[in-house]
């Protein structure tokens, strides 16, 4: 089964709009993390925002903010005021703390993001 | 800044070729990981590495091995390339203790095999 659901291929928004993208995780470790990366076309892989399973609040980054239901296992990307900037493929991932995996993250397969003007 | 290099951004290569790739990082992480990233797969991680001369499998490593002599630098063997290996390698690393255990990723190699 996979660790980490991204059910939205694509995604498209209107600049100054808000989006959410969606992300579902699968994990019996009570103690684990939740990354989301951005991907633009260029190539490189830039960390957005983190959430801790035990954290208490929803982490927000500037624009970004984690929607992060636990009963759920949902942890849903907002972007609000999409610029054109945006657009890219953006990766759900997630750490789980057990076992000799430290460190090791399982990614979803991405949804691509375009923002339209 | 953390920086994450790896020795090519572009590389073509013919089927039966022996295959290198290199990544080195700067900040003195423990782990490092080798990633494939395909259309519609995501980042599937091929190995990664706790220490020097440390490695695990992850969920692809059929036709690749790895090797990590030193601390800052992890790399991607492919014994004999095949064109089901053309793709796009990302490197990372990361810290192994305390901290969120973010990984910082290198620019990444596209590989042609033909």
């Known amino acids: 089964a996979q660790k980490i659901t991204q059910t939205q291929p694509g995604m498209f928004v209107q600049e100054k709009e808000a989006v959410t993208l969606d992300c579902t995780y699968d994990?019996?470790?009570?103690?684990?993390?939740l990354f989301w990366y951005k991907q633009p076309s260029s190539g490189e892989m830039i960390f957005l925002i983190y959430?801790?399973?035990?954290?208490?609040q929803n982490a927000t980054e500037g624009r970004y903010s984690l929607n992060f239901q636990k009963a759920r296992k949902s942890a849903n990307l907002v972007i609000s005021a999409s610029q054109l900037g945006d657009s890219a493929m953006y990766f759900c991932?997630?750490?789980?703390?057990?076992?000799?995996?430290?460190?090791?993250?399982?990614f979803g397969r991405g949804t691509q993001l375009t923002v339209w003007p | 800044d953390v920086k994450v290099t790896q020795s090519s951004r572009y590389l073509v290569k013919r089927t039966g070729e022996k295959v290198f790739l290199e990544c080195v990082q700067d900040?003195?992480?423990?782990?490092m990981f080798w990633y494939r990233q395909d259309p519609g797969l995501g980042l599937r991680l091929i190995y990664f590495?706790?220490?020097?001369?440390?490695?695990e499998k992850g969920d692809i490593p059929e036709g690749y091995s790895v090797s990590r002599e030193k601390k800052e630098r992890f790399s991607l063997i492919l014994e004999s390339a095949s064109t089901n290996q053309t793709s796009m390698y990302l490197c990372?690393?990361?810290?192994?203790?305390?901290?969120?255990?973010?990984?910082?990723f290198g620019p990444g190699t596209r590989l042609t095999v033909t």
């Open positions: 959430q801790g399973s035990y954290d208490q």
């Open positions: 990372a690393s990361s810290f192994s203790r305390g901290g969120t255990y973010e990984q910082y």
């Open positions: 590495s706790y220490d020097v001369k440390m490695k």
């Open positions: 900040m003195d992480h423990e782990n």
């Open positions: 991932a997630m750490r789980e703390m057990r076992g000799s995996t430290l460190g090791r993250l399982y």
């Open positions: 994990t019996s470790d009570p103690s684990y993390g």
